[in-house]
């Protein structure tokens, strides 16, 4: 179980109130394993601070060793080593979590348009995604992964010029002139061209990445058409000006928005309700997580007003991640599709790995613009978080190559070094839990830091091998417990476990 929630199921038997409170791990040690805030909550007539004294009497568990209560009206919880001791074989168990129950979610990352290669720009969402989908299906929920391609629209129009040579066309690049299409119309020439560069260029940089989706949906497969009848039968239509507009200030956007042009010609807007439609009508999500990049922050009050036009209002969420810098040898990378002097995701795959690539874009919030280290992604050293992390799973993985632990006496786990470790070590269906809510999967990264981190301390401070058998039998569990933690991080943030370094 969910330590924080069996914290909080407690205090609400000796508050027997509804009240929402918070339940945390607090960053400094001295303010205890955990805290809650429930007393400032419920001071009303009485002070916080005697509200918590009345709260802490109630409490009957033999869970903690102490209770503090601190100015203002925190309460601090201290849990008892024999509790810690315990929970090596609950570790060793692996954690299991069912929040989702089964509903079914679908997570859209990536979707860069089909004319070039994937940039580092368009790649960002990529880790991002892949790692949220893991997450959430770790917790219990039916997600599929999908990749939208934009096989129909003006860029499309330009990629056929562009690679029939005629002056319309913007794309540049040594990847134009070896697409080889027979075809004189400008707009098929794209979508072959299109094609061809998602299923030769897209898809093996998505594979080298490790990514896998379930899923790769065409653009020009969706019914407009039908979405458009719909919004006309819901009266939420009207013509003006030569075009058909949608009244999706009616939804919360600040203007209605044009659905098809004067020209006849779908707007991108247009595509994206049908496609939503599909997602939520058809396949039947009970969730959507589009992950864009920030180029798309105009387009999201429309969009989440198409949703909720067509019925399902409140089913999309939408994370913006902001763009990624990359600098090398102390320079900014200057990247531009449409000139042809971009640097693309395949040559920092091939320059730092797939695993530093992963990790260091997971590192950071997807509101925070983030500049890309080449020179400490390719570190060798433990100054590099990835090899860090990674080190300590190999050595762990070295010990256990050498002895495996039987019958352990975990009660002679009690150095603080061990302690330390263990309570890190059950934060893991926490951590899981926290970005199941708020999507924010940048604290994988941090976690398996902070687990590294402790486990090189407890290794430094206590000798696993070679002390008396009972010692090092209580020793290697909380080693193999270290190892179960490391293998579901790393799982979950899709970077591999090297048993030897």
Not at 39 to 62: C, F, N, R, Y
Not at 115 to 137: F, K
Not at 292 to 297: E, K, Q, S, T, V
Not at 382 to 399: D, E, G, L, M
């Amino acid at each position: 179980m969910v330590i924080r929630r069996q914290i909080k199921e407690i205090i609400n038997k000796a508050i027997k109130s509804k009240i929402d409170f918070v339940v945390e791990a607090p960053q400094e040690k001295s303010f205890g394993d955990y805290a809650t805030n429930v007393a400032m909550l419920l001071a009303k007539k009485k002070s916080p601070i005697e509200v918590a004294g009345e709260i802490k009497l109630k409490i009957k568990t033999d869970l903690f060793e102490k209770i503090e209560i601190v100015k203002p009206g925190f309460i601090n919880f201290f849990l008892k080593d024999s509790f810690l001791q315990n929970q090596v074989k609950e570790i060793i168990k692996g954690s299991k979590i069912n929040i989702g129950k089964g509903k079914k979610i679908q997570v859209e990352f990536i979707s860069a348009n089909p004319t070039g290669p994937l940039t580092i720009a368009n790649a960002r969402g990529g880790p991002m995604g892949d790692v949220l989908a893991n997450v959430l299906n770790k917790a219990g929920f039916k997600v599929e992964k999908e990749y939208y391609v934009n096989d129909s629209g003006n860029q499309i129009l330009s990629l056929g010029n562009s690679v029939l040579g005629n002056k319309e066309g913007e794309y540049k690049g040594e990847y134009i002139n070896k697409l080889n299409i027979k075809e004189k119309d400008p707009f098929k020439a794209g979508q072959k061209a299109a094609k061809l560069i998602t299923e030769k260029l897209i898809k093996k940089t998505i594979d080298k990445l490790g990514v896998k989706y379930d899923k790769w949906f065409f653009e020009s497969s969706l019914d407009i058409k039908k979405t458009i009848d719909i919004l006309k039968r819901k009266k939420l239509t009207y013509e003006k000006e030569g075009a058909l507009w949608f009244k999706s200030s009616k939804f919360g956007d600040n203007r209605d928005r044009v659905l098809i042009k004067k020209d006849g010609l779908y707007t991108y807007l247009a595509d994206d309700i049908a496609y939503h439609l599909d997602k939520f009508k058809i396949r039947k999500f009970d969730k959507v997580i589009n992950i864009l990049g920030a180029d798309h922050h105009g387009d999201v009050p429309s969009l989440m007003a198409g949703v909720d036009a067509i019925g399902f209002k409140g089913k999309l969420e939408i994370i913006l991640h902001q763009f990624v810098t990359i600098i090398k040898n102390g320079k900014q990378i200057r990247m531009s599709k449409r000139k042809g002097n971009f640097e693309t995701l395949d040559d920092l795959l091939k320059e730092v790995g797939s695993d530093s690539v992963r990790f260091f874009f997971l590192m950071h919030s997807a509101n925070r613009h983030m500049e890309f280290d080449l020179d400490l992604a390719k570190e060798k050293s433990q100054k590099n978080p990835v090899f860090y992390i990674q080190y300590a799973y190999a050595r762990i993985n070295s010990i256990l190559k050498k002895a495996k632990p039987k019958n352990p006496n975990l009660k002679l786990l009690n150095h603080p070094s061990e302690l330390d470790l263990i309570k890190q070590l059950i934060k893991l269906p926490e951590i899981i839990e926290d970005t199941v809510k708020d999507y924010q999967v940048q604290r994988l990264p941090h976690y398996a830091m902070e687990v590294a981190s402790a486990f090189h301390r407890f290794y430094t401070d206590c000798k696993v091998l070679g002390d008396y058998k009972e010692m090092e039998n209580a020793r290697l569990s909380l080693v193999l417990a270290t190892k179960t933690v490391l293998e579901e991080i790393l799982d979950l943030m899709g970077i591999s476990k090297p048993k030897k370094m």
